[in-house]
């Protein structure tokens, strides 16, 4: 976001003002997509998988056992918030728009690994944790086995992006020139393939600017940066099937229809038309 705020100032969207329209359209396209997602799917008392893993005993019913909160649980959650609060400090303090660090010596994504580094220290140090249970963590094994997906699909798709980048500009190139809210689109597909919104927004965004696409459908379009659900393998998506011991959260058959890719889909159409229509009145 901050890359994008960096192309667009000259245009006069500003950090501030790209975070103005762009926070609450997207909360509002979240909180829409889960009231609709909430009729989708089956109740639990109606789903195989988790009535064979409720009779297996590998889960059980909410409300029968309670969960037993443990010494400092509170206290690193507070310091993770801190953490991110701190990392938004920082980024809009060395932002171009607010200038309050004129000549950072971390920039914004270096900052991110030392704060939240720092963070997970003071967590060990503070909060009574058994750090030789961590690799043991269900969560640490999601996690590290979606790094090593996501490794594989995203050093694949930079690498075929970067082979053929000239032909990716110039094909969307020629559908801007013609079609300017085909930026959606094609920021969808690219971030699909690239796994990453800082480096889709930047192999595509500064020449769809310079084809004459204007701030308005940029900032709208920019919510399409998000599409690393179409492919099952990014982290926080395995992460989410692995803690969710009911078994209702996961990968189907044919790979694509998992869980994620509806709510997904939904949730960046309505941020992209929330986007347009506050965009329109605002720039």
Known sequence: MVFVASILEPKGVSYLLLLGICI????????????????????????????????????????????????????SVLLFLVGIVAVMLYATAISDTVGLI????????????????????????????????????????????????????????????????GEIQGTAGALLQNYPWMLVVILFFASTLLYSQAATAKALMPAALLLGVTPVTAVSSFAAVSA????????????????????????????????FLVPGVLAITLSVIFGFILGNLVL
């Open 24 to 75: 609450p359209t997207t909360l509002c396209a979240v909180l829409l997509t889960a009231v609709v997602t909430n009729f989708l799917g089956k109740e639990l008392k109606d789903d195989e998988i988790y009535q064979a893993r409720l009779a297996k005993g590998e889960t059980v019913l909410r409300g029968v056992s309670q969960l037993e909160i443990k010494t400092g649980a509170r206290r």
């Open 102 to 165: 004129a000549k950072p010596i971390l920039s914004r994504n270096e900052a991110i690994v030392v704060f939240m580094l720092t963070v997970a220290t003071l967590i060990c140090i503070t909060c009574k944790l058994d750090t030789a249970k961590i690799l043991s963590a269900s969560t640490f094994k999601s996690g590290m086995s979606a790094c090593i997906c996501v490794m594989g699909v995203a050093w694949l798709g930079d690498t075929f992006v970067k082979a053929h980048i």
């Open 228 to 259: 690393l659900f179409v492919l099952p393998t990014y982290p926080t998506l395995l992460a989410a099937v692995e803690m969710d011991d009911t078994g209702s959260t996961r990968i189907g058959k044919y790979i694509f229809n998992h869980a």
